[in-house]
């Protein structure tokens, strides 16, 4: 089977394939056979030779929606994190029922063009071309203690140009958390020195 990354979603994997080595792991990294069991891999989408990890079976459950919020929440105690800040658009999902969760507040960084403030902005590599995410300049505090939560570490872009704004803002990043982790792209090389976290790695 042909493996290409396509963009920043949920895609890319290969049956069979073993975990990359060197891993953090995570306390609860082998509780989570029951959200694996609910992703739904979708072939040839969103092209041909890609094998799509679909979450949407995750999301419509909720008990395992719950085991995800606590998954990211645990993976956060001790840490003294004051926001979390989840990248467009699913990111958001994630990203704000934890920071409910835990009482603190919630940061967007969204697509170019939709954030109506005076914002910071970073551009990161697609397969064909670029895209570009923003950050509101108010939207953290000098020495705030952020976690960045997102669906899917694949390739990293996406990952290192949330990362980029949330330091340039002066954001202490406490950890970049995911659902998924595609080892085999290698995504967490793109983000050194911060500690990354995924519930199910492939």
Same mark, same amino acid.
């Given at each position: 089977?042909?493996?290409?990354?396509?963009?920043?979603?949920?895609?890319?994997?290969?049956?069979?394939?073993?975990?990359?080595?060197?891993?953090?792991?995570?306390?609860?990294?082998?509780?989570?056979?029951?959200?694996?069991?609910?992703?739904?891999?979708?072939?040839?989408?969103?092209?041909?030779?890609?094998?799509?990890?679909?979450?949407?079976?995750?999301?419509?459950?909720?008990?395992?929606?719950?085991?995800?919020?606590?998954?990211?929440?645990?993976?956060?105690?001790? @840490? $003294?994190? *004051?926001?979390? &800040?989840?990248?467009?658009?699913?990111?958001?999902?994630? #990203?704000?029922? =934890? %920071?409910?969760?835990?009482?603190?507040?919630?940061?967007?960084?969204?697509?170019?063009?939709?954030?109506?403030?005076?914002?910071?902005?970073?551009?990161?590599?697609?397969?064909?071309?670029?895209?570009?995410?923003?950050?509101?300049?108010?939207?953290?505090?000098?020495?705030?203690?952020?976690?960045?939560?997102?669906?899917?570490?694949? @390739? $990293?872009? *996406?990952?290192? &140009?949330?990362?980029?704004?949330?330091?340039?803002?002066? #954001?202490?990043? =406490? %950890?970049?958390?995911?659902?998924?982790?595609?080892?085999?792209?290698?995504?967490?090389?793109?983000?050194?020195?911060?500690?990354?976290?995924?519930?199910?790695?492939?």
């Amino acid at each position: 089977m042909q493996l290409r990354p396509a963009g920043r979603g949920l895609i890319v994997s290969l049956p069979g394939l073993p975990p990359a080595p060197g891993f953090a792991t995570s306390p609860r990294m082998n509780d989570f056979a029951r959200i694996r069991s609910a992703v739904r891999d979708v072939p040839d989408f969103p092209q041909k030779g890609i094998i799509f990890k679909d979450i949407t079976p995750v999301l419509a459950d909720g008990a395992l929606f719950r085991e995800v919020i606590d998954g990211f929440v645990d993976q956060l105690k001790g @840490t $003294g994190v *004051t926001k979390v &800040a989840g990248i467009d658009a699913r990111g958001f999902i994630f #990203a704000g029922a =934890v %920071a409910d969760r835990m009482g603190i507040g919630f940061v967007p960084i969204r697509k170019k063009g939709k954030l109506p403030w005076k914002s910071r902005s970073a551009a990161y590599a697609l397969e064909y071309g670029e895209a570009i995410i923003e950050l509101h300049e108010d939207a953290v505090g000098v020495g705030e203690r952020v976690s960045l939560i997102d669906d899917v570490l694949a @390739t $990293g872009g *996406t990952a290192a &140009a949330a990362v980029s704004l949330l330091k340039d803002s002066g #954001a202490n990043i =406490v %950890a970049a958390q995911f659902v998924i982790e595609l080892g085999f792209l290698n995504g967490r090389a793109k983000i050194p020195g911060t500690r990354v976290e995924a519930l199910l790695k492939y």
